[in-house]
Nanobody, 125 residues
Framework: QVQLVESGGGLVQFGGSLRLSCTVSGFRLADYNMGWFRQAPGKEREAIAC????????YYEDSVKGRFTISRDNTKQTMYLQLNNLKTEDTAVYYCATTLMYGGSCYRYWGLHTWGEGTRVTVSS
């Protein structure tokens, strides 16, 4: 059974940091492009950071460039997102997923799993 479990969210002050984790099972992390998505209140879910499985190249949405860093440890079946210099507009539920990466962008790959429960990040001012 394919599962993705996000963790590491919480309440943090403006300018603070968090590290999110995504632990997967039921498939080999090393074989898939992966990404982080977020959904803020009243907004659509969007891809914010993605990484290719073959060359580790990355994609970042403009609003998180220079502040967030995506990484993975294939031996631990875990992907990470380091969130630095957090802003109130980063408040959202964060999800991980397999992705397609082309045309300089990143998209959800729907062929393997459903969304997990996500992990909530709340940034206070």
């Amino acid at each position: 059974q394919v599962q993705l479990v996000e963790s590491g969210g919480g309440l943090v002050q403006f300018g603070g940091s968090l590290r999110l984790s995504c632990t997967v099972s039921g498939f080999r992390l090393a074989d898939y492009n992966m990404g982080w998505f977020r959904q803020a209140p009243g907004k659509e879910r969007e891809a914010i950071a993605c990484t290719r499985h073959d060359d580790n190249s990355t994609y970042y949405e403009d609003s998180v460039k220079g502040r967030f860093t995506i990484s993975r440890d294939n031996t631990k079946q875990t992907m990470y997102l380091q969130l630095n210099n957090l802003k109130t507009e980063d408040t959202a539920v964060y999800y991980c997923a397999t992705t397609l990466m082309y045309g300089g962008s990143c998209y959800r790959y729907w062929g393997l799993h459903t969304w997990g429960e996500g992990t909530r990040v709340t940034v206070s001012s």
